[in-house]
């Protein structure tokens, strides 16, 4: 669907089923580069039970208009925001990587408008090199490369996707190639830059699941469990062998730690 978000039109995906305002909300946010799509298997189990389900492209992201958001803090407003034009009162917001950092600053800032987090693939710092920042901003193909190399597990590498006919690697690839110029950088950039996940995880008071890959190379696992720790009660759970691209590698297992 379409929402009108701080008056800039937004690609929002449902799960395959209408939003309804009545049921428990969830928002699905994707990585730097990524778009709703990350989300094609888990918007649909919650959709079809019992959760209304907001998967957005941010934007300048997939579908949806404006320029990308220069700042975490600026998108976890922007979330917050979302939820005001969907008429939710509140969410459990599920974050992947860049979309973790996102959830944990929408709770810190906008805490009356946050169940519950589920992160996934974070990190108390998420410190990107030089030289994939540096191939980003100059809309080189090496950052493309660079991405989906490190976020991918080795399994991965070696094909095994489970859908067929299907290759992970080249998916993902495809999916960054469709940014438009700047979009990864901006991103990249926002991660890098963004210093206040310890400081805002102190504040969050909704139950926590942080959710690792155990062969995680963009945001090793020992990085997101060092955010956990700063978060009150909150408990992590390690995906055995999975990268950093979780929802593909093992999307079964991690769906299932997502219902837990």
Not at 68 to 74: E, K, R, S
Not at 76 to 83: F, K, R, S
Request: aromatic letters at 4%; hydrophobic letters at 50%; a negative charge.
């Amino acid at each position: 669907m379409q929402l009108s978000v701080n008056g800039v039109e937004a690609f929002v995906a449902t799960g395959g089923k209408s939003f309804d305002k009545s049921l428990p909300a969830v928002v699905l946010l994707h990585g730097a580069g990524f778009d709703h799509a990350t989300w094609a298997l888990h918007s649909r189990w919650f959709a079809h039970h019992g959760f209304s389900v907001l998967a957005p492209d941010l934007p300048g992201h997939g579908h949806s208009s404006g320029k990308p958001l220069p700042t975490i803090a600026d998108m976890a407003d922007w979330t917050a925001a979302l939820l005001d034009a969907a008429g939710a009162a509140k969410a459990r917001l599920i974050g992947h990587s860049m979309g973790s950092l996102i959830a944990v600053e929408t709770a810190a800032r906008h805490p009356d408008k946050v169940s519950g987090l589920s992160l996934i693939g974070t990190a108390a710092v998420m410190t990107v090199g030089p030289d994939l920042l540096k191939a980003a901003e100059a809309n080189d193909v090496a950052a493309i490369d660079m991405v989906s190399i490190w976020g991918l597990g080795f399994k991965a590498e070696l094909g095994g996707s489970l859908a067929p006919g299907l290759w992970m690697h080249q998916g993902a690839q495809r999916t960054l190639q469709k940014c438009a110029p700047g979009v990864l950088y901006n991103d990249l950039a926002a991660c890098n830059a963004y210093q206040n996940a310890l400081a805002a995880a102190a504040q969050i008071e909704v139950p926590t699941t942080v959710i690792v890959g155990e062969r995680d190379m963009m945001t090793p696992a020992k990085a997101g469990k060092a955010l956990a720790a700063a978060i009150p009660n909150a408990r992590t759970i390690v995906l055995a062998g999975a990268g950093h691209m979780m929802m593909v590698e093992q999307p079964d297992e991690l769906l299932a730690a997502l219902q837990s």
